[in-house]
Nanobody
Framework: QVQLVESGGGLVQPGGSLRLSCAASGSIFSIWSMGWYRQAPGKQRELVAI???????DYADSVKGRFTISRDNAKNTVYLQMNSLKSEDTAVYYC????????????????WGRGTQVTVSS
């Protein structure tokens, strides 16, 4: 079994910062990518940021220059540093990982965390 556990959400004023963390644990052989999605009320889930192993991070246009994604491969953990937060960043943020669980896996499988609420409000 694989689990993704997020932490770091909360309430912050516009212009403030938050740092989200997501730790993957369990039967992990290789992580192909890790990232963050978000879903605001009444909207579809959207990609926020993702980092593919050996590649450069990719960001949604709406967060470029404000959010930074990073990975600690030794800890199977991904972080999202969010600065200059705006009210439109309010959403549930979900951690995502694309990984294999053994050397004999035929391909990666997607896993999701349960989500953490980020609310930007004065």
């Amino acid at each position: 079994q694989v689990q993704l556990v997020e932490s770091g959400g909360g309430l912050v004023q516009p212009g403030g910062s938050l740092r989200l963390s997501c730790a993957a644990s369990g039967s992990i052989f290789s992580i192909w990518s890790m990232g963050w999605y978000r879903q605001a009320p009444g909207k579809q889930r959207e990609l926020v940021a993702i980092v593919i192993s050996g590649g450069s991070p990719d960001y949604a246009d709406s967060v470029k220059g404000r959010f930074t994604i990073s990975r600690d491969n030794a800890k199977n953990t991904v972080y999202l540093q969010m600065n200059s937060l705006k009210s439109e960043d309010t959403a549930v943020y979900y951690c995502y990982a694309d990984l294999t669980t053994s050397a004999r896996s035929t391909g990666p499988i997607d896993y999701w965390g349960r989500g953490t609420q980020v609310t930007v409000s004065s």
